[in-house]
Antibody, heavy 121, light 107 residues
Framework: QVQLQESGPGLVKPSETLSLTCDIS?????????WAWIRQPPGKGLEWIGD???????YYNPSLNSRVTISVDTSKSQFSLTLRSVTAADTAMYYC??????????????WGRGTLVSVSS | DIQMTQSPSSLSASVGDRVTITCRAS??????LAWFQQKPGKAPKSLIY???SLQSGVPSKFSGSGSGTDFTLTINNLQPEDFGTYYC?????????FGGGTKVEIK
């Protein structure tokens, strides 16, 4: 079973940068998948942050576009999320997820367990 | 952005019941719709893609239908392990968007 595991600091100060990685050990990150980050503020619903395709092309939520970067490190079999200038509104559980393509349908089929990031001084 | 609206926002049902959750898209998304189950403190679990196709390993008690703007998720023979919050999500266009969720409680 492919495992996704998020890692990164659980506490970030306001105005600083949030950095998370998603490890997909035991699987090749360059295979026919897309990779994504999703977040969920405490007690609220799911918000898509962005995708990175195996081609390296990225798509971001316009609500975060100017602050977010998603990248892939194929040598480490992981991909990462960087969110700059964080505020308390960025406090959330952050999930990495895989998008599997079946007959043109690129749906989320596998999720990480999530990592809680709090923004506070 | 495509808005996804779920109803009801919560429901309570008895063991053995059939439960139906509705999801409406603000524009035509054909069948580019997925459903997820999330239990408290856990990551979402993928149930359905392409509006009606079960993800691998998902029991057939879950079924999805619909196309265009109106979709449903049906859970047959509701069991205690089916409690949780269910989300729909469109993936026909960016930004990907989720419905607000439907919380299913067991009576």
């Amino acid at each position: 079973q492919v495992q996704l595991q998020e890692s990164g600091p659980g506490l970030v100060k306001p105005s600083e940068t949030l950095s998370l990685t998603c490890d997909i050990s035991a699987y090749s990150i360059s295979s026919t998948f897309h990779w994504a980050w999703i977040r969920q503020p405490p007690g609220k619903g799911l918000e898509w942050i962005g995708d990175i395709w195996r081609s390296g092309t990225t798509y971001y939520n316009p609500s975060l576009n100017s602050r977010v970067t998603i990248s892939v490190d194929t040598s480490k079999s992981q991909f990462s999320l960087t969110l700059r200038s964080v505020t308390a509104a960025d406090t959330a559980m952050y999930y990495c997820a895989r998008r599997l393509g079946v007959a043109g349908h690129w749906s989320f089929d596998l999720w990480g367990r999530g990592t809680l990031v709090s923004v506070s001084s | 952005d495509i808005q996804m609206t779920q109803s009801p926002s919560s429901l309570s049902a008895s063991v053995g019941d059939r439960v139906t959750i509705t999801c409406r898209a603000s524009q035509d998304i054909r069948n580019y719709l997925a459903w997820f189950q999330q239990k408290p403190g856990k990551a979402p679990k993928s149930l359905i893609y392409a509006a009606s196709s079960l993800q691998s390993g998902v029991p057939s008690k879950f079924s999805g239908s619909g196309s265009g703007t109106d979709f449903t998720l049906t859970i047959n023979n509701l069991q205690p392990e089916d409690f949780g919050t269910y989300y729909c999500q469109q993936y026909i266009s960016y930004p990907l968007t989720f419905g607000g969720g439907t919380k299913v409680e067991i009576k």
